[in-house]
């Protein structure tokens, strides 16, 4: 009966959210969690256990949410589906203040709680029984001397535990009236980079992660009875480094018999939000977004966590200046993420030793008002170009330099739902003026700068149209790339014009 019940529940979740539109506007990358053996290949340790959300709603109204689960993703799953349905059945409508949205948020967090522990509540009781029965006769009695009926029981308490066991972190953002929104519970990170006219992105990180070195987070445990100085040293609660969760049976029920907790006057670990917002987007172009704890930690293992924010932002921008779709935008910067990763693993430098595994990671990427990269432009067909900070770490030195990179974007396409329509330019049709992209490193010493770039007037580049050029009788394609200005300053520069002509040329 109490698996019937379970199964009914879970398929109601399920079946109110069926018919809910994607959202077209974003974009969402995975990877499963991965051990290093010392060889570098790498294992999945257990299956994927976050999850994500990205629905379109009535009234302009848009909800995104990412989900970090551990062990397993009964939590991620349930609260995907019922959060969804505390939200975009008519919950919210244009007419909410920005008081009303976060009060509506608020309820729906702790009807999504309230909600996954009546799912286990039968599993929870038999599992308090079972565990009565079995420990006053057999505590401490190793397995294989017990009788088989108490084999059994505690067979079933395994069971047990794997069902009811498992919580959840969560990311949420809600657009409404064009306002920005966010609710977080635990250690999800939630990006908002706004762009200038001339390519600059603005980063800013909403909200701080939920975890033990929070010091709004440890006060609030403090006043609870807590030692936030041993909880700090710790590190971890339960296993996990968050201070909110969603789920987690035995940091809500049975936290009093946990050492680090057992002091507390109240329940510590809460799925209380907080929520940030309404943000107006009105005139924003950018992007939002929402990551899981494991992708984080992986991009962080890596390179530490001082630029972590901005180097997350240049990738996303970088490969919306070359990828046409979102979701392959996302997926490109986690496999990037993965890889630095793993390289920083296989290297053998100092940062080796903390990137032996990471976690599942998830990347959901919303645009506002930022276009994709058109594919058929090129710089010199009307492209954009725009310049990009990316953080650079020389291996030699111990300083940070900024890297601005000049990334080409498509300049007169629109976004119209989601989609990115064509340029107005006709195809192979060169924009008088074009210069090609450059590179600057400037170091943040200020003490050095250097730049290299192609000549000012482009001249080293002969324009092509958009068609495949054809080869020759020879099967060689004539070069669009002029290298005379190279070999005319290599050969001043070694005195030998001659020589210049017999060795380097194009022949």
């Not at 108490?150 to 972190?169: C, D, F, P, W, Y």
């Not at 064509?422 to 700068?449: H, V």
Request: aromatic share 6%.
């Amino acid at each position: 009966m109490a698996a019937q019940r379970r199964n009914l529940m879970q398929s109601q979740h399920q079946s109110w959210t069926d018919d809910l539109p994607l959202c077209q506007m974003c974009g969402v990358g995975t990877a499963p969690n991965c051990v290093y053996g010392p060889d570098g290949k790498g294992t999945q340790s257990h299956p994927n256990e976050d999850g994500h959300l990205r629905f379109r709603g009535d009234d302009g109204c848009f909800l995104y949410g990412v989900f970090n689960g551990y062990d397993g993703s009964r939590v991620a799953n349930f609260a995907s589906q019922c959060l969804t349905a505390e939200l975009l059945l008519g919950q919210l409508n244009s007419g909410h203040t920005d008081n009303d949205v976060r009060r509506i948020l608020t309820q729906a967090f702790d009807v999504v709680e309230k909600s996954y522990f009546e799912t286990i509540d039968d599993a929870l009781a038999e599992k308090a029984n079972l565990s009565n029965y079995l420990l006053p006769h057999n505590e401490n009695v190793p397995f294989h001397q017990l009788s088989p009926q108490s084999q059994k029981v505690m067979e079933r308490l395994k069971e047990l535990e794997q069902e009811v066991s498992g919580g959840a972190t969560v990311a949420v953002a809600l657009i409404l009236n064009n306002k920005l929104y966010i609710a977080n519970v635990g250690t999800n990170r939630v990006l908002l980079c706004k762009s200038s006219s001339d390519g600059q992105n603005q980063v800013l990180q909403i909200g701080r992660p939920h975890s033990t070195d929070n010091e709004d987070e440890l006060q609030r445990l403090a006043a609870l009875g807590l030692d936030s100085a041993r909880i700090r040293q710790a590190g971890q609660i339960a296993g996990q480094s968050s201070t909110r969760r969603l789920g987690d049976y035995r940091v809500k029920f049975n936290y009093n018999e946990i050492d680090l907790l057992s002091a507390a006057k109240s329940k510590p670990v809460v799925a209380e939000p907080e929520i940030h917002g309404g943000q107006s987007l009105e005139g924003v172009t950018g992007f939002l977004l929402l990551m899981s704890e494991g992708l984080i930690n992986a991009l962080e293992s890596a390179h530490g966590p001082e630029q972590a924010n901005q180097e997350i932002v240049a990738m996303v921008a970088a490969e919306l200046a070359q990828q046409t779709s979102l979701e392959a935008v996302a997926q490109s910067v986690v496999d990037r993420v993965k890889r630095l990763h793993h390289d920083v693993f296989v290297s053998g430098r100092q940062r080796a030793t903390y990137c032996s595994r990471h976690e599942d990671m998830t990347l959901l990427i919303r645009t506002l008002n930022y276009p994709l990269a058109d594919a058929a432009l090129t710089p010199t067909q009307g492209g954009r170009v725009c310049p990009v900070s990316v953080p650079y770490l020389n291996s030699q030195s111990t300083s940070k330099t900024s890297v601005t990179l000049s990334l080409v974007m498509p300049s007169q396409s629109t976004l119209t739902n989601g989609t990115n329509t064509a340029s107005t330019l006709e195809e192979g049709t060169p924009t008088p003026g074009s210069q090609s992209p450059t590179a600057t490193l400037q170091s943040t010493n200020t003490q050095t700068q250097s730049s290299s770039s192609s000549s000012g007037d482009g001249s080293l580049f002969r324009q092509r149209g958009s068609q495949a050029a054809q080869p020759d009788e020879t099967g060689r394609v004539p070069p669009y790339v002029d290298f005379s200005q190279f070999y005319r300053l290599w050969g001043s520069d070694h005195g030998d014009g001659q020589s210049m002509q017999g060795g380097l040329g194009p022949q």
